[in-house]
């Protein structure tokens, strides 16, 4: 009900009063019953119409009440759903962090297991060079010393021909000697 047709019941309540009471004062003075009756029956109807007018009025405050109250959850919800959204969203922005500083330090992890083994790689290849080079440096060291064997056993052949070549020249010289010395042809 507007505020106009509340106005309009109250002004027809009290003129139905007022009616009412002339009714009851003209009753009175002239004994007429059935104004008195009449008047009783218009006060009944004005107390019911300002009665009704309560409650409706009581109605409508406590129908604005609750739309306020219902507009007041509205926006409270509306309140935490923003607050949960946010909470949500740093939340999510908090697991990005923690995901991308898992995944640098993962990243970091991998560049040094990459150095380390880089490094290994190139320990392990110098330890093999320097293993080829004591292997060759042994089998240099093998084959000087079986040069020098063959140069000393060549030296001492040479000396054993030269001496058995030597011996072999006395022997003839002596075998010319005594077959000159025979007179033998």
Excluded at 25 to 38: P, W
Excluded at 71 to 85: L, P
């Amino acid at each position: 009900m507007t505020e106009h047709d509340k106005a309009d019941q109250a002004r027809k309540g009290l003129v139905d009063s007022v009616k009412g009471k002339a009714k009851e004062i003209v009753g009175a003075m002239t004994g007429n019953d059935s104004l008195t009756a009449e008047e009783q029956l218009e006060q009944t109807q004005a107390r019911d119409r300002k009665e009704a007018n309560s409650v409706e009025a009581v109605a409508d405050a406590e129908a604005e009440q609750a739309r306020a109250e219902a507009t007041a959850a509205r926006v409270e919800g509306s309140q935490e759903r923003v607050g949960v959204n946010a909470e949500a969203a740093a939340v999510e922005n908090s697991v990005r962090r923690e995901q991308a500083a898992q995944k640098r330090t993962a990243e970091q992890v991998a560049q040094e297991d990459a150095a380390r083994a880089k490094t290994q790689a190139e320990l392990d290849a110098q330890l093999e060079v320097q293993r080829a080079k004591d292997e060759e440096r042994k089998e240099i060291g093998a084959a000087a010393e079986e040069a020098v064997d063959a140069a000393a056993e060549h030296q001492s052949s040479v000396q054993a021909a030269t001496s058995a070549q030597a011996e072999a020249d006395r022997i003839r010289r002596q075998a010319d000697k005594l077959t000159n010395e025979a007179d033998l042809p």
